[in-house]
Each structure stands twice: as structure tokens, then as C-alpha cells.
């Protein structure tokens, strides 16, 4: 059956065929093009035509067409959360009130709470336990907007418990409508059982736990930690190295905290993406400019949700852009540093805080969201024969007034391939 939201008040980033960029980068970001009084068509789960109003052509309408009116309404793509950590057994509110009495996430860590906290947990829940929690969540996120989701493991750092959690995302691929990746993050942190000898730990992740995973295909994307007293720049390229003999692409949680070479060893390894970036050096923004010169480099993800709830800086999402470069934007939606999937707010903070226009946000979230999963072939925009995922808002009276109300949600509906 077809579906078609018509008087829309505008339509963003519809592209012609073949016209959809696999992402955008610099000034083109604030460029995206919009429909005003537009029409759009789904059908069998993806996007079939779209349009001005005036250009609707009614005589060719199929038998059993459903109609949506959108006046006062936008449409755009719906969101893409390249980042998260989406299978956890509980929160950690008692940290988080641990550190506003004055506590640092690093204190807290060190004395064995932190991710090691959500380890112990999740090692004690079932399988079927920790699904319930991830459809949940998956459920939620869409009600703000997000459509795909990339999620991570790293809180079994056993290899039973962390074939458990890509076996939860796996199962999850199979119930949920929503397209989902899996990353398998075993470099999440050293085990309290290695008594801080990362070596040994680090050994294990690459050859026990990344062959057995890659066999298994539980894994889209590897990932690592780099980061002081966590993993350092030549693991993840020892990391990249392995994966790539099976396939696995590489994303990276770099620059949290520290700049100890991160950016540079995952653009040695040919990273898909560099997420985190809160402190990024002049060095480490050079460097990324330079990878970036010959078109394709890692995308840089910003995680704003990350830097509220940590009261970190926020990655220097206006100098990334400025420098022309492309910019993802993702919840990192996990217990300990970003409980909240809820990508309409990391809309407003990339306006609020980190200086970006409405439109530049937007692509972030959507188009180099995609790109930060090679996927921007099939989504990400909106173009003819790409997936229907696809936000419908409430009556608003601009784009701009998404990220305007802060902390409101004015997604009306989110459609994941066209329902
Ligand atoms: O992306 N930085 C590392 N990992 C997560 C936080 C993990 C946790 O505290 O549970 C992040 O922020
Ligand atoms: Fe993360």
C-alpha cells in the first residue's frame, strides 16, 4: 500500500535521482535542500516519489492510497544513532549522584564502578532480560525520531558475556522493524580479573573473543576504547588490523577525555568513523583536515548528550565544519555517561552548544549519521528508492523551531520503511 504525506509544509534533504550526496561536509552542510508545499510517497518500504504540490500529478494515484495531511507540518529523514550502547542491565543513577556531590567519572571508574559497574550487572541478566530492556529502548528512541540504530557491545568483557550481547542485537535485528548494526566493543575496559595488565586483557579480545564473534557474524563494525588507562593508539591499530582480515570496518571512541593519538591511529587504520572528539587538539584537527583532503577520511562524530550529562566540553562540532569537514551527530545512549537515546535534544544541543545551524544538525543526524555506518546508499535522505525512514512532525512553523523547543518532542510520527 502506498503512503503519502501531502501539504507538507517543507520537505529537507530530498535529493533527485542520483543526486544524494554520501554525505556532506563544510558549507554544504547549512546548504541541504528543501521542498516547500511538498508531497512525498512511500511504498513497500521505500521512499517511490516526492515532490512539490503543484506538480502532483492525482490521475496516476494507486486503488487503496492512504493520505496524510501534513499542512503546518515538516517531513525530513528520520534519525540515524551511529553511536550507543543500547544492551545494558541497569543504570547507574547511584554514580551519577556519587558525582554530583562531587565525585569524578575518572574516581569512580578507578574504584570499580563505571563500566565494570554495568559489567558485573549484565553478566547477571539473561539474554532474554537484557532483549526486553533493548526493545524498550529501541521503542522509546523512536518516539523522538530515530529509525537506525548502531549498538554497541563492551559490557561482557568475558567472551560468553559479550557473545550474550551481540546475540541480544542479533535477536533484536530479527523482532525490531528498525535497521540495526551491530559493533562489537570488547576494548571497552580491563576487567577487574586482570588486575589492570591491559596487555593480557587486550590479547584475549583479539584473539579469542574477535575470531569466535567474526565466525559467528554477530558483528557489522568493531570498536575500541583509546583512551589513558583504558586502551592506547597502537591497540586499535593492532584491533583494526585483525578486523579488517575479516571484514569489520573500524569505529573509535577517541579524544573523550585526553588526546593521546587516537585521531591519528584511526586514520592510519582507515576508521569509518571518530567518535567522541571532545577534546580535539589543533594538531588533531590538522591532522583529521589532512586525512579528509583526499574526499573520504573517518567521520567525525559529536555525541552531545555525552558532554551534558559528564559536564565535559563539548566536541568542537562549528570549528569541525568550519574547517570543511563533515559532521555526525549520535546519543552514545548508555548508563554511565548519556542515559538518554533521545536524538531531538541532541538537536537542540548541537544548536545550543555547539554553535551549529538548525540544518547543519540535522544533517549530522540523519545523512552523515548514515555515512558514519557506510550506509548512506539506502538511507539517510530522501530520495526515490531509498529506505523509508522518514519523521513526520507536529505542527511547527519552521525547521528551526524542532531545535528551538528544547526538550519538547514535536515528532508527530517516525516511519521506519514506510509504517
Ligand atoms: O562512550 N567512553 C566509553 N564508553 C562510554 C561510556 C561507558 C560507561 O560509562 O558505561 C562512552 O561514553
Ligand atoms: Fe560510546
Given at each position: 500500500?502506498?503512503?503519502?504525506?501531502?501539504?507538507?509544509?517543507?520537505?529537507?534533504?530530498?535529493?533527485?535521482?542520483?543526486q544524494s550526496p554520501a554525505f556532506l561536509a563544510g558549507q554544504a552542510m547549512d546548504q541541504a535542500p528543501v521542498?516547500?508545499?511538498?508531497?512525498?510517497?512511500?511504498?513497500?518500504?521505500?521512499?517511490?516519489?516526492?515532490?512539490?504540490?503543484?506538480?502532483?500529478?492525482?490521475?496516476?494515484?494507486?486503488?487503496?492510497?492512504?493520505?496524510?495531511?501534513?499542512q503546518g507540518r515538516w517531513a525530513f529523514p528520520a534519525f540515524i544513532d551511529s553511536h550507543t550502547h543500547l544492551v545494558y542491565a541497569q543504570e547507574r543513577s547511584g554514580e551519577f549522584e556519587q558525582r554530583m556531590r562531587g565525585a569524578t567519572y575518572a574516581e569512580i571508574a578507578a574504584a570499580g564502578g563505571g563500566i565494570l559497574n554495568s559489567a558485573q550487572a549484565l553478566e547477571a541478566m539473561s539474554e532474554d532480560a537484557l532483549l526486553q530492556g533493548l526493545l524498550k529502548r529501541l521503542n522509546q528512541a523512536r518516539n523522538t525520531g530515530t529509525a537506525v540504530v548502531e549498538i554497541k557491545s563492551g559490557y561482557g568483557l568475558t567472551l560468553e558475556a559479550e557473545l550474550k550481547m551481540l546475540r541480544v542485537v542479533q535477536r533484536a535485528k530479527t523482532l525490531s522493524r528498525q535497521p540495526l548494526f551491530a559493533t562489537f566493543l570488547g576494548a571497552h575496559a580491563v576487567p577487574a580479573r586482570h588486575s589492570g595488565n591491559t596487555e593480557a586483557y587486550f590479547h584475549e579480545v583479539l584473539t579469542g573473543m574477535l575470531?569466535?564473534?567474526?565466525?559467528?557474524?554477530?558483528?557489522?563494525?568493531?570498536?575500541?576504547?583509546?583512551?589513558e588507562n583504558y586502551f592506547r593508539p597502537d591497540q586499535l591499530r593492532a584491533l583494526a588490523d585483525a578486523a579488517q582480515s575479516y571484514g569489520l570496518p573500524l569505529k573509535a571512541h577517541v579524544n573523550q577525555f585526553t588526546s593521546i593519538g587516537g585521531v591519528q591511529a584511526a586514520i592510519?587504520?582507515?576508521?569509518?568513523?571518530?567518535?567522541?572528539?571532545?577534546?580535539?587538539?589543533?594538531?588533531?584537527?590538522?591532522d583529521l583536515t589532512a586525512a579528509w583532503s583526499g574526499q573520504t577520511g573517518p567521520m567525525p562524530v559529536a555525541l552531545p548528550g555525552c558532554s551534558l550529562f559528564l559536564q565535559i566540553p563539548y566536541t568542537p562540532g562549528r570549528r569541525i565544519i568550519d574547517a570543511g569537514l563533515p559532521l555526525a551527530i549520535a546519543s552514545d545512549c548508555n548508563p554511565g555517561s548519556a542515559p538518554s537515546a533521545n536524538l531531538a535534544l541532541a538537536w537542540a544541543l548541537s544548536c545550543h552548544q555547539m554553535k551549529l545551524t538548525p540544518m547543519e544538525a540535522l544533517v549530522g543526524l540523519t545523512l552523515n549519521g548514515a555515512a558514519a555506518l557506510g550506509a548512506s546508499d539506502r538511507m539517510g535522505s530522501i530520495q526515490r528508492g531509498k529506505e523509508a525512514h522518514v519523521i513526520l512532525t507536529k505542527p511547527v512553523s519552521s525547521l528551526a523551531s524542532l531545535p528551538y523547543h528544547f526538550g519538547e518532542n514535536l515528532v508527530e510520527h517516525t516511519f521506519v520503511f514506510g509504517q
Open positions: 500500500m502506498r503512503t503519502r504525506l501531502e501539504n507538507l509544509d517543507g520537505l529537507a534533504l530530498c535529493y533527485e535521482n542520483g521542498l516547500k508545499q511538498a508531497y512525498l510517497d512511500m511504498e513497500g518500504g521505500f521512499i517511490v516519489d516526492f515532490g512539490a504540490m503543484d506538480a502532483l500529478d492525482r490521475s496516476q494515484d494507486p486503488q487503496g492510497l492512504r493520505v496524510i495531511d501534513g575470531p569466535r564473534i567474526a565466525a559467528e557474524g554477530l558483528a557489522d563494525f568493531v570498536d575500541l576504547f583509546c583512551e592510519a587504520s582507515r576508521a569509518l568513523s571518530v567518535d567522541h572528539l571532545e577534546v580535539l587538539t589543533d594538531d588533531d584537527l590538522a
